[in-house]
């Protein structure tokens, strides 16, 4: 079964103090990893897909990284704004469905001014 | 361009009652997906639509639970009876199809928080 972790459950920074969140995955055959960022009463919003470790992607401040056991989130110098959960999510590489994917249980992120 | 829209946001029922949650997704969006979160768990899939048809269903909990999306456009996920471990939030998604990166980029809506008491 996939198994998809995230650490830490919660993480506290100051505006501008960098810092990484943790993705680890444990799955069959990896067809993509993506991270999702989700804002409180709202669904989760597509940020990066990674499909190969090596590969790096990067969005504004963020930054993502893959390994063949983790991917990690880098946040360079964050704002208030970058405050959210932060959803990693894996799909197997045996399924026939697109966007069926195993969730973590996200990073909640809080980025004080 | 209007989002996936979810109807309705919050929805408190009795245990044995009958709830239906509504799904409108992107337009032209063939794939759409119904996810759910219940406390302190993980966002779990479902169960995933391409057009009309059923593609993948194994995330159903139980037939309890039923969906269907008539003519390839809005979806509603019906529970009967539903039971206290119903609670959660219900999350649809749907993605366009063509191209894998564009099968694969979801787009959700804001759900529908479900409390059965």
């Known amino acids: 079964e996939d198994q998809v972790t995230q650490s830490p459950e919660a993480l506290r920074l100051q505006e501008g103090e960098s810092s990484s969140l943790n993705c680890s995955y444990t799955?069959?055959?990896?067809?993509?990893l993506f991270w999702y960022r989700q804002d409180p009463g709202k669904g989760p919003e597509f940020l990066f897909t990674?499909?190969?470790a090596g590969e790096e992607k990067e969005k504004e401040r963020l930054k993502a990284t893959l390994t063949k056991k983790e991917s990690f989130l880098h946040i360079t110098a964050p704002k208030p704004e970058d405050s959210a959960t932060y959803l990693c999510?894996?799909?197997?590489?045996?399924?026939?469905?697109?966007?069926?994917?195993?969730f973590g249980q996200g990073t909640i992120l809080t980025v004080h001014p | 361009e209007a989002g996936v829209t979810q109807f309705p946001s919050h929805s408190v029922i009795e245990k044995g009652q009958t709830v239906t949650l509504r799904c409108d997704p992107i337009s032209g969006h063939d794939n759409l997906y119904w996810y759910r979160r219940v406390m302190g768990k993980e966002i779990k899939f479902l169960l995933h639509?391409?057009?009309?048809?059923?593609?993948?269903e194994s995330g159903m909990p139980n037939n309890r639970f039923l969906a269907e999306r008539t003519g390839g456009t809005y979806s509603t996920l019906k529970v009967q009876p539903a039971e206290l471990e119903d609670s959660g939030v219900y999350f649809c998604a749907s993605s366009q199809g063509g191209r894998l990166a564009t099968n694969e980029k979801l787009f959700f809506g804001s759900g529908t928080q479900l409390s059965v008491l």
């Open positions: 639509f391409v057009k009309e048809s059923k593609q993948d």
């Open positions: 990674l499909y190969s």
């Open positions: 999510a894996v799909r197997n590489a045996g399924g026939t469905s697109y966007g069926k994917l195993t």
């Open positions: 799955v069959s055959g990896l067809r993509g």
